[in-house]
C-alpha cells in the first residue's frame, strides 16, 4: 500500500500520515544519517510507535535557462574573412545549485565566413548531475 503524508506548516516536522489501511497517524520526523525516524500515534492508542524509513531524496528538475539570445546576422567587410560577435550569455538557475554551464563559444569568439551558418550550444549541470 502507499502511505501519504501531509505537513503541517504550522509545526514543522509533523506530518498527518493515512496508511494503506485508511487508518490516520499523527507523526513527526527526527533526521539521523541517511534514516528518518517516524514516531506515529494511533489514534485511541496510548503508546506511540517508532519505525525507521529510508528515505532517498533525488533531483528530478535539470537547470533551466531562462532568457537565450536571438539569432545574430552580421556582415563581414569586404576582404574580411570573418568577424567578433558578441552577446548576452544565457544564465542558468537550478532548484538544487548550477555546478557548471558549457558553451561551444563565448561572447567575443571570431567566427568565420567559412561555415557560417555556426551554431552556439550552451549547457548546463546542477549539483545533482542532471
Not at 38 to 51: D, E, G, N, R, Y
Request: aromatic share 10%; charged share 15%; net charge negative.
Amino acid at each position: 500500500g502507499t502511505t501519504r503524508a501531509r505537513a503541517f506548516p504550522a509545526m514543522p516536522g509533523a506530518f498527518a500520515v493515512n496508511d494503506a489501511t485508511g487508518i490516520r497517524h499523527y507523526a513527526t520526523v527526527a533526521e539521523v544519517p541517511s534514516v528518518v525516524r517516524f514516531t506515529t500515534t494511533v489514534p485511541h492508542s496510548i503508546l506511540p510507535k517508532q519505525a525507521p524509513a529510508f528515505v532517498s531524496v533525488g533531483d528530478i528538475f535539470p537547470p533551466q535557462f531562462q532568457t537565450c539570445p536571438r539569432d545574430i546576422d552580421t556582415v563581414a567587410p569586404a576582404g574580411v574573412l570573418g568577424v567578433i560577435v558578441f552577446w548576452d550569455a544565457p544564465a542558468a538557475s537550478d532548484n538544487v545549485g548550477v555546478a557548471a554551464v558549457k558553451a561551444s563559444h563565448a561572447p567575443g569568439d571570431y567566427f568565420t565566413i567559412a561555415g557560417s551558418p555556426h551554431t552556439v550550444e550552451y549547457s548546463a549541470m546542477d549539483e545533482a548531475g542532471l
